[in-house]
């Protein structure tokens, strides 16, 4: 074998260790619960004293809690569960409609033996909050929506009457995403355990369900990121009149989508919480750690002690 044959072998053997002998540094017991007769997922389990909290997520997996949850175990017991087509949890080619979505984590919440944990949801992760907090009520103690209490089924046309102007004058307008950075064992994840597209593809078309919030009736709390127009203007400055006039509508049909899903949400539940977070990422547990974990023990404070 060639000197240069030899290195090689010798930096694949270090890299090959190096990646065994890895260890997610999160306090946490990885366990998997078995559901709908023989779908295996992943919940990581911080234990603690208390309430129990359960994250859930979109297309992400538990590990992306592996920062905030071990901030919360004096209060709460905490876990959080890798959905069914993504990450270590099984991959079946069925089950991502809303019913069986909502069904996986009653199962796991039954599995643990939870009572009344209050659930927490990020991003496309509230659906499955929409459904089993109107279907299952008794069960939980409350609803976190971490950016993801809105309406997915919504057009243009159900936010009120258009008044973007010419869409050539109008910048990419979406609020630039504060940087976040992700756990190192959730970044190995997306590495070794991609998210099939057929997967995405179902999470995605079956996520588009009219939430029932009239039929929720447990205390929520929803927090949204939001930007303020003096951000906008130093993120995307206006070049000229025109430009500007073009943002200032932009803002305003933003705050217009906002409105509609905080309104849309009060119909339902009179007495939730709305926090806006400006600036805040759409993963506002990682940008905005310490502001989510402040209103999720202040939230927790009013609800009802468990028996």
Known sequence: MSHTAYLLSGLCLLVGQAAAGWRDPSP?????????????????????????IVFVGCYLTAHVYDDIAPKLTDRFHVYAVTRRGVGASDR??????????????LEVIGSFGMQRPILVGNSCGGAILHAL??????????????????????????????????????????????PVVFPEAEVREMKERPIEPA??????????????????????????????FEQALKDYPPANEQQRAALNLRYANARQMLSKWQRDLLAGVPTARIVELPGANLYMFLSNEGDVIREIRAFAV?????R
Do not use: C
């Open 133 to 178: 907090g109107a279907q299952h009520p008794d069960r939980l103690g409350g609803l976190v929506y971490l950016d993801a209490a809105e309406d997915p089924t919504l057009a243009l046309a159900d936010y009120g009457p258009a008044t973007l102007p010419d869409p050539a004058h109008i910048p990419a307008f979406v609020g630039k995403h504060v």
């Open 199 to 228: 997967i995405r593809k179902a999470i995605t078309e079956d996520n588009n369900v009219r939430p029932e919030y009239a039929r929720i009736r447990v205390p929520v709390l929803a927090i949204y990121r939001t930007m303020t």
């Open 28 to 52: 946490h017991e990885v366990r998997f619960v078995t559901v709908d007769s023989s779908v295996r997922l992943e919940v990581l389990d911080w234990g603690g004293t208390g309430r129990p």
């Open 302 to 306: 009013t609800l009802p002690t468990v």
């Open 92 to 105: 079946p080619a069925t089950g991502y409609d809303p019913r069986r979505r909502a069904d996986d984590i």
